[in-house]
């Protein structure tokens, strides 16, 4: 039996994973990793008299408890959008619903360090929540409403983005559909039909410059993302060729506005994007399973040792 201290949970196809598995390897680090898809060839024994978890892959058993476990690595979702779709059989939904459950009750392993706590992230997924925490940070904001009125007091002449209150991830004709951030004139949102769900609407900010911040600890992994040398208008992830993140320095003030919107809303780890324009930085939102693993090839920024290094560390910002 092979006590374990780093818990990795995942899912089987997640190559971001594979970065923190693989370095926790090179430090020769005891580790389970866990994917959610593959529950299934797990048998698993969790003894809550003793907060004992014994997992069993193949012919190997693995013990789990709140005196040897030191971190916990959560890549799993908090919200299954999917779970009641049609051609998913009674069997698939109890798998997910139950196992997700089973997953988010490890928060019972209170002692222990978590990337992200997914107590936690369920809060901080709320974005008008993170704008609320980033302004009373100090960061600089868009001016933000959230309506399902065509009654607003906008210019019709000016741009404004609109954009979903929570990831929208719909089924039409079959195929998924993805809602992006939108450049729209403000006619067209007096002119629209939108009292079925409300909206984000926030004022357009030009010219700008995306820039993603990866934050671990206390440690900042900025970006500038453009392309062709210049700034994206819209929502930068629609484009595919010729996009640059480029590593570079925010000023010191900025760097720390990002620790502490991140340890605000009581997370390890956070995706920052922000925008700057004409000198100044302004908080969109903080992803807190957000993607980095394209910033290790692309940017040369070695996020996963500093995932790393939070795990081993003794410092704790739950």
């Known amino acids: 039996m092979s006590n374990i201290e ?24 005891k580790y389970l990793r866990l994917n959610r898809d593959e529950f299934r060839n797990y048998e698993i024994i969790f003894n809550l008299n003793d907060l004992t978890l014994q997992v069993k892959i193949e012919n190997k058993i693995y013990s ?24 998913i059989d009674v069997e698939e939904q109890l798998y997910r619903s139950q196992w997700t459950a089973f997953i988010r009750n490890l928060t ?3 002692k222990v360090k978590w990337v992200n706590n ?6 901080a997924e709320n974005k008008l929540l993170q704008l609320k925490y980033a302004a009373r940070t100090g960061f600089e904001i868009p001016r933000t409403l959230v309506t399902n009125s065509n009654n ?8 404004y983005i609109v954009k ?14 993805f809602i992006y951030s939108s450049v729209v004139k403000g006619s067209e949102v007096l002119d629209s039909y939108i009292s079925t769900s409300p909206l984000v609407l926030q004022d357009y900010i030009h010219p700008k410059v995306d820039v993603r911040v990866t ?7 900025p970006v500038k993302i453009e392309k062709d040398g210049e700034g994206i208008d819209g929502d930068w992830r629609l484009e595919k060729y010729n996009i640059s993140y480029i590593p570079f ?30 000198g100044k930085y302004y908080f969109i939102e903080v992803n807190p399973t957000g993607e980095w693993a394209w910033l290790v090839d692309n940017a040369d920024l070695k996020i996963y040792k500093g995932i790393c290094d939070y795990l081993e560390s003794k410092e704790d910002y739950d």
């Open 215 to 221: 934050v671990i600890g206390d440690k900042v992994y």
């Open 108 to 110: 019972i392993f209170e």
């Open 64 to 87: 789990l408890s709140e005196d040897t476990l030191k971190a916990i690595y959560y890549r799993a979702p908090i919200f299954l959008r999917d779970i009641y779709q049609p051609d």
């Open 118 to 123: 997914p107590i936690s992230t369920f809060k």
């Open 6 to 29: 780093f818990l990795i949970i995942s899912s089987k196809l997640d190559f971001t994973t594979d970065y923190i598995c693989l370095e926790l390897e090179r430090r020769r680090l």
């Open 152 to 159: 607003l007091n906008i210019n019709p002449l000016e741009n």
């Open 164 to 177: 979903t209150i929570d990831t929208a991830l719909l089924r039409t004709e079959n195929k998924e559909a």
């Open 249 to 278: 320095n925010l000023p010191q003030k900025i760097e720390q506005y990002c620790v502490e919107v991140v340890k605000a809303l009581d997370l390890a780890f956070g995706g920052i994007d922000l925008i700057e324009s004409e």
